[in-house]
């Protein structure tokens, strides 16, 4: 960044009728490495590209006429100076709903996708730039702490699915676009649903390398795929990162500002989402996922609601 530096003319050969011609300035930085140097009949500067944080030592000689001699008589003056700016952190709010007795899809090796009782979670993210006048941000990262001992990453792929900017970096235009949460009409920067079996989307795979093979001979004898989770949108700390001056690595500087929701008062799911539907899905009765639902015979049609309930149907197409 670009330092500007100012002083005040001594006044003690003035006094006496002098004049003054110039001023001399050699600025230095912390190693004694001089940085910038001018000489100037303004008593201001601009020094440019220094080192947010870093000390610089200002010496300015003035040089003065006096009698119609030019430097006759001269004085130094040194300055202290550390630049810097003030790096406002950014607005997170999250709220968390919970519907305690939802339901969710498993496989089951012994009678294939049934549903069973879990609690299903509505996490809504609000992202706002930094409150009033500040620097301009190159751009935002957002990162979770779910509790687990892995610190601050990224959401997941899924957690991100109403979130066009993905978890990489984020621009303030992408902060500040809004979704619409269907149920609600409430308007946020995103939304997602998470239950302990993390099927708020349904994995392709059910656990396989090759959604082509068939997961029965996966399991056995009986299991339920996937294990659940143990953590809990309830207490997970969501953090927006503010990165200032990122082609500059000179200027870099960045805030924070976390919001966490630790037993929150909690709304239904239910009395807030409507049961309009995510996402239809199509199993034969060994577990592969199909294309599209058969002209014939026996399969399985799996459709996930927004508000995470699953409604599983067992169809014979004729």
Same mark, same amino acid.
């Given at each position: 960044?670009?330092?500007?530096?100012?002083?005040?003319?001594?006044?003690?050969?003035?006094?006496?009728?002098?004049?003054? !011609?110039? @001023?001399?300035?050699? /600025?230095?930085?912390?190693?004694? %490495?001089?940085?910038?140097?001018?000489? *100037? =009949?303004?008593?201001?500067?601009?020094?440019?590209?220094?080192?947010?944080?870093?000390?610089?030592?200002?010496?300015?000689?003035?040089?003065?006429?006096?009698?119609?001699?030019?430097?006759?008589?001269?004085?130094?003056?040194?300055?202290?100076?550390?630049?810097?700016?003030?790096?406002?952190?950014?607005?997170?709010?999250?709220?968390?709903?919970?519907?305690?007795?939802?339901?969710?899809?498993?496989?089951?090796?012994?009678?294939?996708?049934?549903?069973?009782?879990?609690?299903?979670?509505?996490?809504?993210?609000?992202?706002?730039?930094?409150?009033?006048?500040?620097?301009?941000? !190159?751009? @935002?990262?957002?990162? /979770?702490?779910?509790?687990?001992? %892995?610190?601050?990453?990224?959401?997941? *792929? =899924?957690?991100?699915?109403?979130?066009?900017?993905?978890?990489?970096?984020?621009?303030?235009?992408?902060?500040?676009?809004?979704?619409?949460?269907?149920?609600?009409?409430?308007?946020?920067?995103?939304?997602?649903?998470?239950?302990?079996?993390?099927?708020?989307?349904?994995?392709?795979?059910?656990?396989?390398?090759?959604?082509?093979?068939?997961?029965?001979?996966?399991?056995?004898?009986?299991?339920?795929?996937?294990?659940?989770?143990?953590?809990?949108?309830?207490?997970?700390?969501?953090?927006?990162?503010?990165?200032?001056?990122?082609?500059?690595?000179?200027?870099?500087?960045?805030?924070?500002?976390?919001?966490?929701?630790?037993?929150?008062?909690?709304?239904?799911?239910?009395?807030?989402?409507?049961?309009?539907?995510?996402?239809?899905?199509?199993?034969?009765?060994?577990?592969?996922?199909?294309?599209?639902?058969?002209?014939?015979?026996?399969?399985?049609?799996?459709?996930?609601?927004?508000?995470?309930?699953?409604?599983?149907?067992?169809?014979?197409?004729?």
């Amino acid at each position: 960044m670009d330092m500007p530096i100012s002083w005040t003319a001594p006044t003690a050969a003035t006094a006496k009728g002098a004049s003054i !011609s110039s @001023y001399e300035v050699i /600025v230095k930085d912390s190693s004694n %490495n001089v940085v910038f140097s001018t000489t *100037t =009949t303004s008593n201001s500067a601009t020094v440019n590209d220094v080192q947010i944080g870093q000390q610089y030592t200002a010496t300015i000689r003035t040089n003065y006429n006096y009698g119609g001699t030019a430097g006759h008589y001269s004085a130094y003056q040194t300055l202290t100076l550390t630049p810097n700016y003030e790096a406002s952190a950014p607005n997170v709010d999250v709220q968390v709903y919970k519907n305690a007795s939802g339901e969710v899809a498993v496989w089951d090796s012994e009678l294939g996708w049934t549903n069973i009782t879990a609690p299903v979670y509505r996490v809504e993210v609000n992202l706002a730039e930094p409150s009033g006048s500040h620097q301009p941000v !190159s751009y @935002y990262q957002l990162l /979770v702490d779910k509790g687990d001992g %892995n610190g601050f990453h990224a959401f997941s *792929t =899924t957690e991100l699915r109403y979130f066009a900017a993905g978890s990489g970096n984020i621009t303030p235009a992408q902060l500040t676009s809004k979704v619409t949460v269907p149920s609600s009409g409430a308007e946020r920067t995103f939304y997602f649903y998470w239950d302990p079996y993390n099927l708020s989307h349904f994995p392709d795979t059910k656990g396989t390398e090759n959604s082509t093979n068939s997961v029965v001979s996966l399991f056995s004898p009986k299991t339920v795929y996937p294990s659940p989770s143990s953590d809990s949108p309830e207490n997970w700390t969501v953090r927006l990162v503010a990165v200032y001056g990122a082609n500059n690595a000179k200027v870099l500087k960045t805030a924070y500002a976390d919001d966490i929701q630790v037993n929150p008062d909690i709304t239904s799911v239910d009395s807030t989402v409507a049961n309009d539907v995510k996402d239809v899905i199509y199993y034969n009765l060994n577990g592969i996922r199909l294309p599209e639902p058969p002209a014939s015979g026996v399969y399985v049609q799996v459709t996930l609601l927004n508000d995470g309930k699953v409604v599983t149907r067992k169809i014979v197409a004729k």
